[in-house]
């Protein structure tokens, strides 16, 4: 009976080949895209850019979204504001489609006292609020650390079968150019 032997040798594994500009690159297109953001939100509206922005999320993900108040909204905002607003907003409706389930969101902007509210509610399962782990995601500190830079204060409302709703309060005169 002959046996045969086999000797396993060690196969080297190589790791992918560092770039090592990537932290130029990616400071490059990060900046690059921060100041595309910045001309392309400069000659418009913040209502215009949500109209865009909504209804580019409907057609990605057929929740059907509605804005209310939008020409109601102190004039003219910053950029500085509108982009963060808009990053907000944008953070927000990644939420909703990915947790969700909702069949449609509310954005509603109003003003009243010096106070801007921007308010975005979805029809979708809804959290426990007490559940830490649904708000303490890198997502949601983002638009808490946005509303705090224009002078504000986001909250979140949510229950179990009701919906979430985020609300924004900040004061008008950080929002105005």
């Given at each position: 009976?002959?046996?045969?032997?086999?000797?396993?040798?060690?196969?080297?594994?190589?790791?992918?080949?560092?770039?090592?500009?990537?932290?130029?690159?990616?400071?490059?297109?990060?900046?690059?895209?921060?100041?595309?953001?910045?001309?392309?939100?400069?000659?418009?509206?913040?209502?215009?850019?949500?109209?865009?922005?909504?209804?580019?999320?409907?057609?990605?993900?057929?929740?059907?979204?509605?804005?209310?108040?939008?020409?109601?909204?102190?004039?003219?905002?910053?950029?500085?504001?509108?982009?963060?607003?808009?990053?907000?907003?944008?953070?927000?409706?990644?939420?909703?489609?990915?947790?969700?389930?909702?069949r449609e969101v509310l954005v509603t902007l109003s003003h009243d006292n010096g106070i801007a509210r921007l308010c975005i509610r979805d029809d979708g399962r809804g959290r426990r609020i007490d559940d830490a782990s649904a708000w303490l995601g890198l997502g949601t500190l983002g638009m808490?650390?946005?509303?705090?830079?224009?002078?504000?204060?986001?909250?979140?409302?949510?229950?179990?079968?009701?919906?979430?709703?985020?609300?924004?309060?900040?004061?008008?005169?950080?929002?105005?150019?």
């Amino acid at each position: 009976m002959s046996r045969s032997v086999v000797v396993l040798q060690p196969v080297e594994r190589s790791s992918p080949p560092v770039r090592k500009d990537f932290p130029q690159r990616s400071r490059a297109t990060t900046v690059h895209d921060q100041r595309w953001l910045a001309r392309e939100l400069h000659d418009r509206t913040l209502d215009t850019w949500l109209t865009d922005v909504m209804d580019r999320f409907h057609g990605e993900s057929g929740i059907e979204t509605v804005i209310s108040g939008a020409d109601t909204w102190p004039l003219p905002l910053s950029t500085y504001a509108t982009i963060n607003l808009c990053r907000i907003v944008e953070e927000a409706l990644h939420n909703v489609r990915l947790y969700s389930g909702a069949r449609e969101v509310l954005v509603t902007l109003s003003h009243d006292n010096g106070i801007a509210r921007l308010c975005i509610r979805d029809d979708g399962r809804g959290r426990r609020i007490d559940d830490a782990s649904a708000w303490l995601g890198l997502g949601t500190l983002g638009m808490k650390e946005r509303a705090m830079l224009l002078g504000g204060e986001l909250q979140i409302e949510s229950a179990i079968g009701i919906g979430t709703t985020i609300v924004v309060t900040l004061p008008v005169g950080n929002l105005t150019s």
